[in-house]
């Protein structure tokens, strides 16, 4: 039996969901430009769903936010001026949640930048998708990566400073008891304001601000590998995660 899981929220949930982690300024590091990316708060960042339960707020130990090789990031001089640079990153083997600009002729003067990753856009105006999210696999958290937007701020001197990267997005865990034999497709996400599917991320300021109406729906699609749609459960549990934008 096919299934599609429809979740309504309301409106207080969501404004738990709704602030983005403060990051205490970083110290500068001598040797070069890093940046760095926080692990998730539970009491601003995930909010978790338990049919049938009340709901409670909660991070999965595994909860960890880590730079790729190859990964890149635009930074941006503030205030808002030409020449935003889009940089790759080397992250750190002893620490993946620190990662190196990559050298080379590259160099910050010395004022202040801010930072967006992933490098999704080249705009002060950066334009966030929530569209597209498929978890592949019953309570895996890997696609959430692909929709982490972030932001920092930092004074660059002597080309060495860190931009400590803070979420602009928050992230839904759904678990739905399961007391028989099921094949679950997606779940849906509605609310009485509704659920962005876009945002809009201001690369100065950091804010988020979305356009919505009610009947805004956000679909998270399931599946059980790449070339198999669905997620079969028996008699236990689905666990999902979906990503929405801090602010709604």
């Keep these: 039996m096919k299934k599609s899981v429809i979740i309504a929220l309301g409106t207080a949930m969501l404004l738990s969901c709704a ?52 990964d890149k990031l635009n930074v941006f001089p503030v205030p808002e001026g030409d020449g935003v640079l889009n940089s790759e990153i080397v992250p750190d083997t002893k620490d993946p949640s620190s990662a190196k600009f990559k050298s080379g002729s590259f160099t910050l003067n010395d004022q202040t930048y801010s930072a967006v990753y992933p490098a999704f856009s080249n705009n002060y105006s950066a334009e966030m998708s929530f569209t597209g999210q498929k978890q592949i696999g019953n ?39 399961v007391t028989d034999k099921r094949k679950f497709t997606s779940i849906k996400l509605s609310a009485n304001e509704g659920i962005a599917n876009t945002a809009t991320l201001d690369a100065v300021t950091g804010n988020v601000s979305t356009t919505r109406t009610s009947s805004d729906v956000l679909t998270l699609s399931l599946a059980a590998s790449k070339d198999k749609a669905g997620i079969d459960v028996n008699k236990t549990s689905l666990v999902a995660y979906v990503t929405i934008p801090a602010g709604i």
């Design 19 to 70: 602030c983005a982690k403060v990051v205490e300024t970083a110290p500068v590091i001598s040797d070069g430009v890093y940046a760095s990316v926080s692990d998730p708060v539970a009491d601003n960042e995930l909010c978790e769903i338990t049919a049938d339960e009340d709901l409670t707020k909660a991070i999965s130990a595994d909860f960890k936010f880590t730079f790729a090789t190859g």
């Design 139 to 177: 309570n895996t958290t890997n696609h959430l990566s692909a929709f982490d937007y972030s932001w920092a701020k930092a004074d660059i001197k002597d080309n060495a400073g860190t931009f400590a990267l803070s979420h602009r997005v928050c992230w839904i865990k759904i678990t739905v008891k």
